[in-house]
């Protein structure tokens, strides 16, 4: 089945520095990465997705790059506000995110004022 | 529109106790997953139903754990009897015909004593 690693798994920055948290896959067939953010006791929440027929997306601060051949893709972060500190998934998927997400283990993003 | 609704939001009791986790998914979203996500890690899947079709319930322990989705709307996840090792967040998500996104409830945190 699919592995999804992550890394790293603690980051801390500076407010209006950027942050970039970085996964691999295993599995060649996944074709959909989306990114949740969970702040604590919270549920998971959708911040940005990717599909594997393009390789960059951004919405506003936030931005997803893929790189199929190398099975990686990062969610990059820039001016970073201590709202952004929780805790980042990454995770694949095959069909298009029909199937189960299979999640990285997390990020603990702590951006300091 | 409402969200993915859970209840309890917390539930402590003694190990071998059973214990019972209800999900509501998002109105008119056929697929339904159950994830367990332990303290520190990612989800990962017990069990996913397309309507009231259970069809991937490779990752659900089997001799305690048990699903239904009665008339592909509501769910119900038990765990008969519960273990230590069974503590965790057992969240609930749901996904629209078609759509990429899957949304999560708030889950519900287990503790067993």
């Known amino acids: 089945g699919e592995n999804v690693e992550q890394h790293p798994s603690t980051l801390s920055v500076q407010e209006g520095d950027s942050a970039v948290i970085k996964c691999t896959y295993s599995d060649s067939a996944s074709n959909y990465f989306p990114w949740y953010k969970q702040e604590l006791g919270k549920r998971p929440q959708l911040i940005i997705d990717i599909r594997s027929n393009v390789g960059e997306k951004k919405d506003q601060r936030i931005a997803v790059t893929l790189n199929k051949t190398a099975k990686h893709f990062s969610l990059h972060i820039t001016e970073t506000q201590p709202e952004d500190s929780a805790v980042y998934f990454c995770a694949a998927s095959m069909d298009t995110g029909r199937r189960a997400l299979t999640f990285g283990s997390g990020t603990r993003l702590q951006v300091q004022p | 529109e409402a969200g993915v609704v859970q209840s309890p939001r917390y539930k402590i009791i003694e190990k071998k106790q059973p214990v019972a986790f209800w999900c509501n998914p998002i109105?008119?979203?056929?697929?339904l997953y159950w994830y367990r996500q332990n303290l520190g890690q990612g989800p990962e899947l017990l069990i996913r139903y397309e309507n009231e079709e259970a069809v991937d319930d490779s990752q659900l322990p089997k001799d305690r754990f048990s699903a239904e989705r009665l008339k592909g709307v509501d769910s119900t996840l038990k765990i008969q009897p519960a273990e230590l090792g069974d503590s965790a967040v057992y969240l609930c998500a749901s996904r629209g015909q078609g759509a990429d996104t899957q949304y999560f409830g708030p889950g519900t945190r287990l503790t067993v004593l």
């Open positions: 109105s008119g979203h056929n697929t």
